[in-house]
């Protein structure tokens, strides 16, 4: 087998979080010795998050089984998923930062499924996965990501769900959103139909216009390389991207910080 040194396009003080956190972690458990020390862990993870690795390429770079290696990228997952924000306090926060309205828009994370599958099938896509739902902010930030449920639902019964168009009705926002939310109260979305009179037609760019920077919020989340295709548990899915997205939440912050 052969070996190359590597390098990851994150930050140092994402790195150093992620090791902070596992090392609490420990602590709390009583851990005592284990083959990674706390930073050796966070590196393996975001080596698995970021680029993709495979659990069998991980453990022999980092010289431990695929075993050990799935073990601590499931323990640190977890962990992470644990710290994102829920619903009503990242409306909060938003509201704090005193922005002007939100973008919701759901996402499609492919997954690797066979075609009997059905449930994961989203039809809108043409592929199987899980739907999840993202709010942004005006400029694309992140602000709130929900569970994953299977590719076959739509997401305006994925909002429904996750009570979303509730919490932003409640919360006094405006709420621009795409063609798949038409008919909620709670949000704008563009008019429907073929030759729509030139004042709808004003409407639909000027919505577009403000909409397109917010969908920026999924493509950060696909920078990351396991979003892109899932090759495992299906319902991994909703901790793996609400981990990516408090990491994502680090290396903003990191780089505002310069």
Not at 68 to 77: D, L, Q
Not at 106 to 134: C, E
Not at 149 to 176: C, F, N, T
Not at 190 to 219: C, I, M, T, V, W
Request: charged share 25%; aromatic share 8%.
């Amino acid at each position: 087998m052969l070996f190359y040194r590597s390098a990851l396009p994150l930050s140092r003080q994402t790195l150093d979080y992620v090791a902070a956190v596992i090392r609490r972690h420990r602590r709390r458990i009583g851990s005592v010795w284990r083959l990674l020390n706390p930073g050796r862990q966070a590196l393996l993870v975001l080596a698995y998050l970021r680029k993709g690795e495979t659990f069998d390429d991980l453990g022999a770079g980092f010289e431990i089984s695929t075993a050990t290696a799935w073990r601590y990228v499931t323990e640190t997952v977890e962990l992470l998923a644990a710290r994102s924000p829920g619903l009503r306090k990242a409306l909060a926060h938003a509201k704090t930062a005193g922005h002007g309205y939100l973008i919701l828009d759901g996402t499609l994370i492919a997954i690797d499924r066979v075609a009997a599958d059905r449930p994961f099938y989203s039809g809108k896509h043409r592929h199987h996965g899980m739907n999840v739902q993202v709010i942004a902010t005006p400029d694309g930030e992140i602000v709130w990501v929900s569970g994953a449920l299977p590719g076959s639902v739509h997401d305006m019964k994925a909002a429904w769900i996750w009570r979303i168009l509730y919490e932003l009705e409640q919360g006094g926002w405006i709420v621009l959103a795409d063609k798949g939310y038409h008919g909620a109260t709670a949000a704008l979305t563009p008019y429907k139909g073929r030759d729509k009179p030139e004042s709808q037609k004003q409407f639909n760019r000027a919505h577009a216009k403000l909409r397109g920077p917010g969908e920026r919020a999924n493509a950060q989340l696909k920078t990351w390389r396991i979003p892109r295709k899932l090759r495992c548990c299906p319902h991994r899915t909703g901790q793996l991207v609400q981990a990516i997205h408090v990491l994502q939440a680090r290396e903003v912050r990191a780089i505002q910080q310069g």
